[in-house]
């Protein structure tokens, strides 16, 4: 199954409605504009690389798209950017809170402070803010959807660093919290937790980052076949495939689910 073959699916379960997805500028953010465009949605593509989200908004085209280059981690600038949404558009229906960095594969003895504080902006304090950014327009008009991104690497040991695996440990934690709170107000809340993906996703978060460390060479060079081979499915996951599962959530189809974190892994942690 190609990724064309997975965005034929695609019909209108987000017709009409207005998603701000973050990190959309490439890997699965950008996959995840591309399915609910094709689904009807209006979009604000927010990433910090101001050429990949201008350019990801360049590929879908039309009117109803919005490229906002801007950092998740400028916890000050995030309600305007949320107003800017709703100022072009109307509204805002779903949040997708896909921006994310990975960490370097550095032993949990040696994880430099940076190293963790940069992991816990991205990944965790910038999607609560987000969150809290969303809600303000959220909440009084009584409904929304909000998607986080987790991963399995949040609930199985050994998908990633001790910051990435505690920072979306964290993000499970959050949504599950977050959609206590704000169900009875009409917002679900939900996450998607990824296992492994064909991404350029380590790449653009080494570049945020710093450079890859030996110990995250030998992980890819040594530990990645063996991961792929611990897949039921015997492969890992396609950007789009993890973008259906968003959207899904995202969209009305998923109008009793809530606080529920969906894993789509191929069977890596059955």
Do not use: C
């Amino acid at each position: 199954m190609d990724q064309d073959r997975v965005l034929a699916r695609s019909g209108a379960r987000l017709d009409g409605k207005v998603l701000l997805i973050t990190g959309a500028g490439n890997g699965i953010g950008s996959a995840v504009a591309r399915v609910a465009a094709a689904e009807g949605a209006r979009l604000a593509l927010l990433d910090y690389d101001a050429d990949a989200v201008t350019t990801a908004a360049a590929a879908i085209g039309g009117k109803d798209v919005l490229a906002i280059p801007a950092d998740v981690t400028e916890i000050a600038r995030m309600d305007a950017v949320v107003d800017q949404v709703v100022a072009r558009f109307g509204k805002l229906d779903v949040l997708a809170n896909i921006a994310g960095v990975m960490d370097l594969f550095s032993p949990v003895e040696e994880v430099a402070p940076e190293i963790w504080d940069r992991i816990f902006n991205v990944n965790v304090r910038a999607v609560a803010f987000m969150m809290q950014s969303a809600l303000k327009h959220m909440l009084p008009a009584g409904s929304g959807s909000i998607v986080n991104m987790a991963s399995t690497a949040g609930l199985k040991a050994g998908g990633g660093g001790s910051p990435y695996a505690a920072a979306k440990g964290a993000v499970i934690s959050l949504t599950r919290q977050a959609a206590h709170e704000v169900g009875s107000r009409g917002v679900r809340v939900n996450a998607v937790a990824p296992g492994a993906t064909e991404t350029n996703f380590l790449q653009s978060s080494t570049k945020a980052i710093g450079t890859v460390g030996p110990q995250a060479q030998q992980f890819l060079a040594e530990a990645g076949e063996a991961y792929g081979r611990s897949i039921t499915l015997g492969r890992y996951a396609r950007a789009a495939e993890i973008a259906q599962a968003t959207v899904f959530l995202a969209s009305d189809e998923a109008s009793y689910i809530t606080g529920t974190v969906l894993v789509v892994d191929g069977g890596a942690t059955v």
